[in-house]
């Protein structure tokens, strides 16, 4: 048993998504969040900044003691989750991605990820692993991304762009809506609006928690605490911080 935190990495507020499911299936463990907020977007960024910024996270993380880390940001897991494992072999690492597989049960899917994100070779791998039944179309919504870390999970702004984003799925519209990035969960009510009618929703987050779950159980790290664990959440823009919590607690 181990009692040292788990550290969750995004490149701003958009891995909360995935610490609140995190926080529902290891209610026991201490979480330490880090959300680069001062870099974000990651998505229009090179490869190699991300994996620069990402890489610098992990360092400051481990170096608190995290006996595992979640990358809650699918443009890093993309850029960096194998050069992560690489340089930290002994800890586990748990990235996030597109939850195509579960959706291509649909006839007509929606990716909505980054730049980065649908470019890199991990979504071309999941695309012809799972897309193959599914008539998948995508979209880089970097400007969610902008809106969430403003803490704008609705308002003028955020429709605004998603009905100009969304305007040419109205005609044909999606059955199911893949979230390829861990800010896009805080603006499901927006999308579905956006687009005109109900469609089912995709995004990797309880994959994340059950992965991370098994990876600590395999190494002998669960915690042995017998109550409740503690969060803490940082951010490299303290501005952000009372976001932050207010996300968490939606």
Not at 140 to 159: D, K, M
Request: one cysteine or more; charged letters at 25%; glycine letters at 8%.
């Amino acid at each position: 048993m181990d009692n040292a935190p788990i550290a969750v990495f995004d490149s701003g507020l958009g891995g909360i998504s995935v610490l609140r499911e995190l926080t529902g299936q290891l209610p026991r463990e201490d979480f330490l969040y880090f959300g680069d907020s001062a870099n974000a977007p990651y998505g229009p960024k090179t490869l190699e900044a991300v994996r620069t910024l990402t890489l610098a996270a992990a360092e400051k993380l481990f170096a608190r003691g995290c006996k595992a880390l979640v990358v809650a940001c699918n443009t890093a897991t993309s850029a960096a989750a194998a050069l992560l494992r690489e340089t930290w072999p002994a800890r586990p690492v748990v990235g996030v991605e597109p939850a195509l597989k579960p959706a291509s049960v649909h006839r007509r899917v929606l990716v909505l990820a980054t730049e980065m994100t649908l470019r890199e070779e991990k979504f071309a791998k999941l695309l012809r692993d799972y897309g193959g039944s599914s008539d998948v179309s995508t979209i880089a919504a970097p400007g969610i991304v902008e809106c969430v870390e403003r803490g704008e999970t609705a308002g003028p702004a955020l429709e605004e762009y998603l009905n100009a984003l969304l305007a040419p799925c109205r005609d044909n519209p999606p059955e199911a809506v893949v979230l390829g990035c861990t800010h896009f969960p805080f603006a499901k009510d927006a999308i579905a609006h956006a687009l005109g009618q109900p469609v089912h929703f995709y995004d990797g987050a309880e994959g994340v928690a059950r992965e991370t779950r098994r990876r600590l159980a395999a190494c002998g790290l669960l915690s042995g605490r017998p109550g409740p664990g503690h969060v803490e959440l940082t951010n490299s823009r303290e501005d952000k911080l009372e976001t932050a919590w207010k996300l968490l607690q939606m």
